[in-house]
């Protein structure tokens, strides 16, 4: 079983700054992938930002150009920095980890979350 341990979360002036860590361990889990979900209240839970094996980052089109996405495989770790902050990034944000058991099949782990609150 992997778990994931976010770091990071507070409270920031909008226009702001915040850098988001997120550290996984375990057994027998083999990352493919690892990323951050946010839920805002009355809102659907979105992808916020995910970074694959080789780099590859994808991000939500609401903090393409705010947020940066990076990975520290020698940590086992990845980062979210946030630039910009709007009181729209307030949200509960998750830590994910995609990969799989000795299996072909990708499976999500997720962090229990971190909460940005953005003030204005």
């Known amino acids: 079983q992997v778990q994931l341990m976010e770091s990071g979360g507070g409270l920031v002036q909008a226009g702001g700054s915040l850098r988001l860590s997120c550290a996984a361990s375990?057994?027998?889990?083999?990352?493919?992938?690892m990323g951050w979900y946010r839920r805002a209240p009355g809102k659907q839970r979105e992808m916020v930002a995910r970074?694959?094996?080789?780099?590859?980052?994808n991000y939500a089109d609401s903090v393409k150009g705010r947020f940066t996405i990076s990975r520290d495989d020698a940590k086992n770790s990845n980062y979210l920095q946030m630039n910009n902050l709007k009181a729209e990034d307030t949200a509960v944000y998750f830590c994910?980890?995609?990969?799989?058991?000795?299996?072909?099949?990708?499976?999500?782990?997720w962090g229990q979350g971190t909460q940005v609150t953005v003030s204005s």
């Open positions: 994910s980890a995609e990969g799989h058991y000795y299996s072909d099949a990708a499976i999500i782990h």
């Open positions: 375990g057994s027998d889990f083999f990352i493919n992938a």
């Open positions: 970074i694959t094996r080789d780099g590859t980052t």
